[in-house]
Each structure stands twice: as structure tokens, then as C-alpha cells.
């Protein structure tokens, strides 16, 4: 359909977005740091799409990846059979990965990752036969993608209300954000690392033998761009290694260099037992995902009383040959314009520039991490997200796109991003947040 007006009566009703009443901001093109609309406006990406368009929008090396690839191998059945590509980004990515971390399992999406981390940890127990392992624990506030799994250990109510009970043997640990917290933080906050803690009221409740995993978002994005305390990583893996539970960090968001470092654990020092990624391995371009896990893990299914055949899992597109080539482009690209560390590198302009919007009107914390940010603003009574998303309309009309979760701007650019851009950005920011109810 070549007209835009009716789209709501076909489509837009049953995506997420139940907020275009009227006519949908529509996006016709994409370059680098901005969209443009359908009038013609330039926009800054604010949020690299959906924290995922790490290298920016349509990179030459990227959109030259899939037309040869397309026009090479389409698809390669992801049982029987393999690919050269799928074995590239596999040794590719295991070499980027945190030591020890050298095995892959490909997936579409970040839910599809996380089911997929879920049901290896489940299976590595049961191979090692230790099938009494089946508690899964997550955490408050933690959100792992919108799938039965995901929203199970999620720690989002408002995500699971309609879905009956979900998993059995789930239970959340306490999220480490005190809500009277307004503490304008840099970085990780000074103190905190005893939340952690709350995985052994956990333990206590239940015989820790019994649980199989963790997983958390070593920053948690989508519920507020939330810093784990200092030393509240650390702890965790302690109390994880003395019970023998594994650990999962659950990195959609925070992969591929949204901190200054190819993945969180490396940011932290950490080293889980399996790390979920997604968005940024394609720079958001294909759906794709990937779960990496110990070898310890990949030896289990191997050599373990019930080996592999017991589980059976994969996807019909997992390791598709032209999502393969959309990853190798975009590690190139992250490699050969050093994004991986570009967060770290301009952590201190970006977090300058953010703090200087804590004198705006209804700003009540301020958090930054890598290329990552936060302003959260005080709610209006009855409305808790109504003075963010007027935020989010205000800045659209201004050229600038940001996402909002409750009333907290996320901001997450592309790490192509230069001070000009961040300039705008906060210039924009601040016009708006000074003239918002
Ligand atoms: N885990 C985390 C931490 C995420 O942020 C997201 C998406 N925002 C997901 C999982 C789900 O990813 P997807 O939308 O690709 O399924």
C-alpha cells in the first residue's frame, strides 16, 4: 500500500505500539548517525535503533555482505548441515569473547538467546547427571526478551500478568536499585555489592543443589539503565562457583561495545558460564543472535552420560548463511574503526555533557556507563510515564530520537557517534526537558 494513513486499520494495532492514534512517525531512510522521515527531516539516532545499530545505519561494508552472500549461498539447512560462514563467526566470536568461552549456538533474536542459555544450562546438569538441578533464578526489574523463558525470570510483572503461571521453579533475587537512591551516579555505584547477597536468602530457602542457574543483565537496560554496585558482579559469581550454579549474563544490550569493552564481563572482570547476545552482532541489521558458553558446557553434552542427542534445540535460521555474513561484516566493521572501545574513549565527554542536564527542571538521577545514559524524571502523580514520553515527542519534533522505559530516558547512540552529535544531542535535551510540564 502506497498510502500511510489507514496503516493503523491493518497492522499497527497488534505491535507493541499501541500509541500511534493517529498517523505513525514514519522512517523512510537511514545514514550513519540519522533516519529520515517520511517528511523529509533529518533525525539523530539517540538509541542506535533499539540499542543495536552499534556501527550506525547503513554501512557499505554491511549492505555489500548481504547482496554477495544473497546472491552466493541463501540458506543452509541448520541441522544436517554447515557453512563456512557459520564456522568464521563462530571461531570470530570466540575469539572476541571472554577467555574459556570458545562455544557458540546461534540463535535469531535476544529471547531466542536467552531460552536458549535457559535450556543449555538445564541439559549440562542433566548430562552431568545432575538432573535435580532445575531451579532458575532471575532477578527484579531484570528483562530477558518476551518469550515463555524470558518472562519467566524476568523480573517485570507487567510482562507476565497475562500469561498464567509460565515456568515453575523460578525465583527473583532483589534488584539492586534503591528507589530512594537519586544519586546522580558516574559509573558503578560506591555501594551496594551485599544485594548480591540475596541470591543466598535464595539458597537458604531452597536446597541450592537444587537451583541450575542465574541470569541477569550485567547493567540492566530496559528497566532503567541500572549499574550493578561495585562488587556486586563479583559476589555473585562467588556465591554461583561455591553452590555450583551457573552463571548467565544475559548481554543483549551491553555486547559488542556498548561499554568501552567487547562484552560486560570484560568491562566488570567477571566471566559467567554463558553470555546471550543479539542486537549489536548485526548491527541490528538481520535478526541474530548467539549464546556463548564454556567449553566445560559444550564438554558436558559430549562426554556426559546422556550426551547431545538428549537435547534436541535449534532454529531454522540459527547460523543462516546470510545473517553470518551480516555479523562477520559488522565485527569488521566494530574492528577496523576500533568501536569496541570507542565507549570507554569518550565516556568522559559523554558523562560531562549528560550531568551538565541535572539542573533541569523534574531531573531526579542522572546515571552513565560506556555510551550509555540515563535521566530519570520525577513522575507526575497517576501518570508515571507520561512527562518521559512528552520528552520523547518533544525531542522527535526537534530531530532527535530517544527511548524512554517509565520515566527514565535511555540514551544509547551508535559508537560511530562524534562530540558534534553529543553536543546536539544534550543541547536538544535540555531545550526540551526546560520547556516540558
Ligand atoms: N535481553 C535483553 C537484556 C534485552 O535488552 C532484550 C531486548 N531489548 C532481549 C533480551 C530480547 O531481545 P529481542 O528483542 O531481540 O528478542
Known amino acids: 500500500r502506497s498510502e500511510t494513513n489507514n496503516l493503523e486499520a491493518f497492522w499497527m494495532p497488534f505491535t507493541a505500539n499501541r ?3 493517529q498517523k505513525p512517525r514514519m522512517l523512510v531512510a537511514a545514514e550513519g548517525m540519522h533516519y529520515t ?37 541463501d540458506y543452509a539447512p541448520a541441522f544436517q548441515m554447515g557453512h563456512p560462514k557459520a564456522f568464521e563467526l563462530a ?5 572476541m569473547a571472554p577467555q574459556g568461552m570458545d562455544h557458540v549456538f546461534f540463535t535469531n533474536s535476544g529471547s531466542e538467546s536467552v531460552e536458549t542459555a535457559l535450556k543449555i544450562a538445564l541439559a549440562y546438569h542433566r548430562a552431568r547427571g545432575d538432573a535435580g538441578r532445575t531451579r532458575l533464578i532471575g532477578r527484579e526489574r531484570g528483562y530477558h526478551g518476551v518469550n515463555f523463558g524470558g518472562i519467566s525470570v524476568g523480573g517485570i ?16 533475587m532483589r534488584h539492586t536499585h534503591d528507589p530512594d537512591r537519586n544519586a546522580f551516579t558516574r559509573g558503578q555505584p560506591e555501594h551496594g555489592a551485599e544485594f548480591a547477597d540475596d541470591l543466598e536468602r535464595i539458597c537458604a530457602l531452597h536446597d541450592p543443589s537444587t537451583i541450575a ?26 556465591i554461583c562457583d561455591k553452590h555450583g550454579i551457573l552463571l548467565i549474563f544475559d548481554e543483549v544490550i551491553t555486547g559488542f561495545g556498548r561499554l568501552g569493552s567487547p562484552f560486560a564481563a570484560d568491562h566488570f572482570g567477571v566471566t559467567p558460564d554463558l553470555i546471550t547476545t543479539a542486537k549489536g552482532l548485526t548491527n541490528g541489521v538481520i535478526p541474530m543472535g548467539a549464546v556463548l558458553a564454556k567449553k566445560e558446557i559444550y564438554d558436558a553434552f559430549m562426554t556426559g552420560p546422556e550426551n547431545m542427542i538428549e537435547l534436541f534445540h535449534g532454529y531454522t535460521y540459527s547460523g543462516n548463511p546470510i545473517a553470518c555474513a551480516t555479523a562477520l561484516a559488522t565485527l569488521e566493521t566494530y574492528q577496523e574503526e ?28 542522572i546515571r552513565n556507563m560506556g555510551l550509555i545514559g540515563a535521566i530519570e524524571l520525577s513522575p507526575i502523580e497517576g501518570a508515571p510515564t507520561k512527562r518521559a514520553f512528552q520528552a520523547f515527542l518533544d525531542a522527535y519534533e526537534q530531530g532527535l530520537l530517544i527511548r524512554t522505559t517509565g ?7 551508535p559508537l560511530i557517534i562524534e562530540k558534534s552529535h553529543i553536543d546536539f544531542l544534550f543541547d536538544t535535551l535540555r531545550n526540551v526537558l526546560t520547556n516540558l510540564d
Open 91 to 95: 571461531s570470530k566470536l570466540a575469539a
Open 213 to 238: 542457574a542465574v541470569i541477569v543483565e550485567p547493567m540492566a537496560g530496559s528497566t532503567g539503565v541500572l549499574m550493578p554496585p561495585k562488587g556486586y558482579l563479583e559476589r555473585l559469581r562467588a
Open 19 to 21: 500509541q500511534f492514534k
Open 157 to 172: 510483572v507487567a510482562n507476565r500478568k497475562s500469561f498464567g503461571t509460565l515456568l515453575t521453579g523460578v525465583d527473583h
Open 407 to 413: 520515566d527514565t530516558i535511555a540514551l544509547s547512540p
Open 338 to 365: 576500533g568501536l569496541l572501545t570507542r565507549a570507554a574513549e569518550l565516556d568522559g565527554y559523554w558523562a560531562d555533557a549528560l550531568h551538565s542536564l541535572r539542573d533541569c527542571p523534574n531531573v531526579i538521577d
Open 37 to 73: 522521515t517520511d517528511d523529509g527531516r533529518q533525525i539523530l539516532d539517540g538509541t542506535a535503533g533499539l540499542w543495536c545499530v552499534n556501527a550506525g545505519h547503513k554501512r557499505p561494508k554491511i549492505v555489500e555482505a548481504i547482496q554477495k552472500q544473497a546472491a552466493e549461498l
